[in-house]
């Protein structure tokens, strides 16, 4: 089953010129070419051992169906890979949009290094990739690594994706020099592509070592830390993380709530662990499944209620660079084309620290950044 993903942002690539969404209809092959499984042979003489021509030409067709020539791909996985398989999938891009279609071959993944032998795409799945170059066809497909649950190595669609890029496959036909010069060549072709705003051209790598960056495993545990904003309070200072949904239904447990150790010089650290409780989850329009919001509080318990509450005094928030951090915890990516496009923006699964709610372009915070957080009360969510 074919799929569609919105994106919000489709960045150009430096060469290779991806359509706009493809109609494969319009996708034949050059003028001159012919499809070899086509018989125009309508000649029904015996041969010798009492075939006819049409006969021995779906011989040759049965044959030929059953003994496809097969091109190894190496790849190799950065990160965890235990329980899961490989797939490759064919992908076009348009304006927003992640056109999605077959897997032409997946297997199980037991070691860092995987090769597997892939037939030559299907006519219909060959597109033109520039328009300054109508006679060069190719076939984009998206490596990818999902938890192969069942074993069966086909992905199902309540397993998650870890892996989704950054680097493609391309099958190439009628390659020009112009793209010749810079590596490409006809049939099977690696590259590294950087859509995350760098504007570096795409790469071209081997065949025999193509890199795929298992890094969308959900992250269960985040380590916050950094300073104070203003002087040290008297009193004993707690920090929560309240859900979203606690501020609708305050009968909600909170995820995280203990006291905040503060050093003299006002520096803190503390350590999250695990997934909110499933009541934290909450639909969004920009996600396929429902997720956790939860907002840091850093508060002193007024009422001795030993939790927070909104009778208790919030002295701060965690902030970086001057913005509210908004602790999201996103499921994994059961859908190849979310999967694609949060590897595109960095964008892992479980703990995802986000500042600037308001920012046109939200920023996700790294390892880094989450020890140089601040408690104010300058950026309130409220």
Not at 289 to 299: D, F, K, N, Q, T
């Amino acid at each position: 089953m074919r799929s569609t993903v919105i994106l919000s942002t489709i960045l150009s690539l430096a060469l290779l010129g991806c359509p706009p969404a493809v109609d494969k209809d319009d996708t034949a092959p050059p003028e001159g070419d012919t499809d070899s499984d086509t018989d125009t042979d309508t000649d029904t003489d015996t041969d010798a051992d009492g075939d006819t021509d049409a006969d021995s030409d779906a011989d040759s067709d049965a044959d030929s169906d059953t003994d496809v020539d097969l091109t190894d791909l190496t790849f190799t996985i950065e990160g965890d890979f235990e329980g899961t398989a490989l797939s490759l999938t064919w992908f076009t891009m348009g304006d927003e949009i992640f056109e999605l279609g077959s897997t032409i071959a997946s297997t199980g993944v037991d070691a860092a290094t995987v090769t597997v032998g892939v037939p030559a795409p299907d006519a219909e799945d060959m597109f033109v990739l520039d328009e300054d170059a109508p006679g060069m066809l190719g076939a984009l497909y998206m490596p990818a690594l999902h938890v192969d649950d069942d074993g069966d190595v086909e992905h199902d669609e309540d397993e998650i994706y870890v892996a989704a890029g950054p680097t493609w496959v391309a099958y190439l036909q009628g390659v020009t020099p112009e793209y010749q010069s810079i590596g490409f060549a006809d049939g099977w072709n690696s590259i590294l592509v950087d859509l995350g705003g760098s504007g570096a051209p795409p790469e071209v790598g081997s065949i025999h070592d193509i890199p795929v960056q298992a890094g969308l495993w959900p992250r269960d545990e985040i380590e916050l830390g950094g300073g104070l904003f203003g002087p040290m309070p008297i009193d004993p200072v707690r920090f929560a993380l309240a859900s979203y949904a606690w501020f609708h239904d305050s009968s909600l447990s909170h995820t995280y709530d203990e006291d905040l150790s503060l050093a003299t010089d006002g520096s803190w650290s503390l350590t999250v662990s695990g997934a909110p409780e499933s009541s934290h989850f909450l639909p969004v329009h920009w996600y396929e499944e429902p997720i956790a919001i939860e907002l840091g509080i850093a508060y002193q318990d007024r009422d001795g209620g030993g939790s927070f509450d909104l009778r208790d005094s919030q002295i701060g928030y965690p902030c970086y660079d001057g913005e509210f951090v908004m602790m999201l915890y996103l499921p994994g990516h059961t859908d190849l084309g979310t999967a694609i496009m949060m590897d595109m923006q960095g964008v892992g699964a479980g703990w995802t620290p986000m500042a600037g709610i308001d920012a046109p372009e939200p920023l996700f915070l790294d390892d880094t950044m989450l020890q140089s957080l601040e408690i104010s009360p300058l950026c309130s969510p409220f």
